[in-house]
């Protein structure tokens, strides 16, 4: 029996967030036909924050996942939780229309304030940060287009700065660019978080089953049944897909695509971190991107390409790693740029940098999450707010944004 979703080697190399422990989880084997309110499939950083969510407003919730918890496309993740989305705000709003593009954007930048919120509530010790955003200019917006940007981001109701070179030269000792400066974006190890939100949904009762591969989806009016390779069944009133950029076969893909992404991440340097440890990334195509740690790493990411292929994306680790370090240190020359982590992941774009969630067309009571571009963890918690309403009944005013049927 085949797989419901397309199987994919999301990363190679070794990231950073594999030096650092994390949490245990308890996770059980499927022996027996499970009946539940929810099943989540995906046990990364999606489906974590989607399961616990569920449970937060009551319902039972089973989390499945075919390889183990977290060992996806999450740990490849470098968990910039910015509110900014990959396409600027003004060039979106020309694709979309204003109104829509401030509202996406707004519930971007809500999402990532919920996610602070909610993390510091449960008290998860996920390595957090709240950081600003250093946005520099490049070949997709020069300094024209930073101030065109600028002005559209005030407009929405966003707090932002737009500098000169001399003045980024002289708080952050990077030479002969224009920069828009942002506020209140957040960092994380994304392993830890992810299992701090798997952990608060089991103590409410969801059960993690791994590994489980689902070869059968059989969804009908008043639920929803699924077929196991190993021959349990699990039956549901609901079911959500959180299998990240493993996308289910058939459904609308809304212009999603697979890209490929490489990152490094340096020593601790704690005294070579620039003023702020703002994160640093560019208007440019592709663009490079970098944070730091509380301890003072320094994580470097870019070069994407269009590559799909897993055996093509990792020909080119070396090559990929060689160029990060040297973008990095052609940057921020006062820091030592020599990577002592290297890794390649499989990750997502869009038409507009926006996510994909909610109900399955043609498919009654089954719900995705397809959370593209570089904002993955950021549209994670938004989704989770989405899928919550909808299954709840409750509703959510921004879903129309992200839907199955938007036009966009």
Request: hydrophobic share 40%.
């Amino acid at each position: 029996m085949s797989s419901l979703t397309r199987k994919r080697d999301l990363r190679t190399g070794k990231p950073i967030w594999s030096a650092h422990r994390r949490p245990p989880i308890a996770t059980h084997a499927l022996v027996r036909d499970v009946k539940t309110d929810v099943v989540v499939i995906g046990a990364g950083i999606s489906g974590a924050l989607i399961a616990e969510t569920l449970t937060d407003a009551g319902l039972d919730v089973a989390i499945v996942d075919r390889r183990g918890a977290i060992e996806g496309s999450t740990a490849a993740s470098t968990a910039m939780l910015q509110y900014e989305l990959d396409t600027p705000l003004h060039l979106m709003a020309k694709r979309i229309g204003r109104e829509k593009a401030e509202r996406i954007w707004r519930r971007s930048r809500q999402a990532v304030d919920a996610l602070r919120e909610r993390t510091e509530r449960l008290d998860i010790d996920a390595d957090a940060a709240t950081r600003g955003s250093i946005y520099l200019d490049g070949n997709i917006l020069d300094a024209e287009g930073l101030a065109r940007e600028a002005d559209a981001r005030r407009r929405a109701g966003f707090e932002v700065e737009l500098i000169g070179p001399a003045e980024v030269e002289a708080r952050y000792g990077i030479r002969r660019r224009h920069a828009i400066i942002g506020f209140g974006n957040y960092s994380a190890d994304p392993r830890r978080m992810a299992a701090g939100y798997l952990n608060a949904a089991i103590a409410r009762g969801a059960k993690l089953f791994t590994p489980v591969e689902i070869v059968g989806v059989e969804p009908h009016e008043r639920g929803v049944t699924l077929r196991s390779e190993t021959g349990p069944i699990l039956r549901a009133r609901h079911i959500v897909f959180a299998t990240g950029y493993e996308i289910l076969k058939g459904i609308p893909r809304k212009g999603n695509r697979i890209t490929s992404s490489w990152s490094i991440a340096t020593r601790p340097q704690p005294r070579a971190i620039w003023p702020t440890a703002a994160m640093i990334w560019e208007a440019a195509d592709p663009y490079l991107y970098i944070r730091t740690t509380p301890k003072g790493e320094i994580i470097c990411g870019g070069e994407d390409e269009a590559i799909a292929d897993a055996a093509k994306r990792d020909a080119k680790l070396a090559a990929k790693t060689e160029a990060l370090s040297r973008k990095l240190a052609a940057l921020l020359p006062d820091i030592d740029a020599e990577p002592a982590f290297a890794w390649a992941g499989s990750f997502g774009t869009s038409q507009v940098g926006s996510p994909t969630v909610g109900r399955i067309p043609r498919m009654p009571n089954c719900y995705a999450a397809m959370g593209y571009g570089g904002n993955g963890i950021t549209f994670a918690m938004m989704a989770a707010q989405m899928l919550r309403g909808a299954i709840m009944g409750t509703g959510d005013a921004d879903a129309a944004l992200v839907s199955f049927h938007r036009k966009f």
